[in-house]
């Protein structure tokens, strides 16, 4: 069984649309995040989620928003999508001391 | 300028070599991560330190707290070794679980 999986691996779509990556863990880790790999193979955190407490990096703009409906899930919807939003996007999860950090497998999104 | 930074950037090396990969970082953190990321994609977690060394096979990390400085050492390297190795750091009191900071990633390649 993967331990954290996210859909769809690829999602190409066109400006202005919106769209939604899911992602699920089977690891009964405390803590989910997603973090987005740019261009340049940079990665940088979006959003983590724990117990319910959402931290948001205030770079991210109010277009991205992560929806939790339990413990085990943390999906990403982006709103009126831009070219810039072109990038792979990881969900990850981990334990509250950040023992165990998983990776899921990526979603390659392209805007066009 | 980024608060973690690794070296070298990029390395080839002969199969065989012993590979010595370094992480700098300029803030106080709780945990520090060496992440490997193959061709295909995928990230996964090698080592998380706080202290000391870890070992795993032919991998070594070693962290030392005071100079703020981790490396990542690679002994016997083989082709398969081939990847992006990336040192990312756990930084406390930005509020809640609030993810990674990464470093830029060390490409390396092995040869045959």
């Known amino acids: 069984d993967t331990a954290v999986s996210q859909t769809p691996k690829y999602l190409v779509t066109q400006m202005g649309n919106d769209k939604s990556i899911k992602c699920e863990q089977n690891l009964g880790h405390d803590t989910m995040y997603w973090y987005k790999q740019d261009s340049k193979k940079f990665l940088k955190i979006m959003f983590s989620y724990n117990n319910k407490e959402l931290i948001i990096n205030e770079t991210v703009p109010n277009r991205f928003s992560p929806k939790s409906p339990d413990k085990a899930h943390l999906n990403l919807h982006i709103n009126s999508l831009e070219l810039g939003d072109s990038a792979v996007y990881f969900c990850a999860s981990s334990q509250a001391d950040n023992y165990g950090y998983t990776f899921g497998s990526g979603t390659r999104l392209t805007v066009v | ?112």
């Open chain 2, 1 to 112: 300028k980024n608060e973690v930074e690794q070296s070298p950037q990029n390395l080839t090396a002969q199969e065989g070599e012993f590979i010595t990969i370094n992480c700098s970082y300029s803030v106080g953190i709780s945990a520090l991560h060496w992440l490997q990321q193959h061709p295909g994609g995928g990230i996964v977690s090698l080592f998380m330190l706080s202290s000391g060394k870890k070992k795993h096979g032919r991998l070594i990390a070693t962290i030392n707290i005071q100079e703020k400085h981790s490396s990542l050492h690679i002994t016997a390297s083989h082709p398969r070794d081939s990847a992006v190795y990336i040192c990312a750091v756990v930084i406390p009191n930005r509020g809640g679980a609030d993810g990674l900071t990464f470093g830029k990633g060390t490409h390396l390649i092995i040869q045959p």
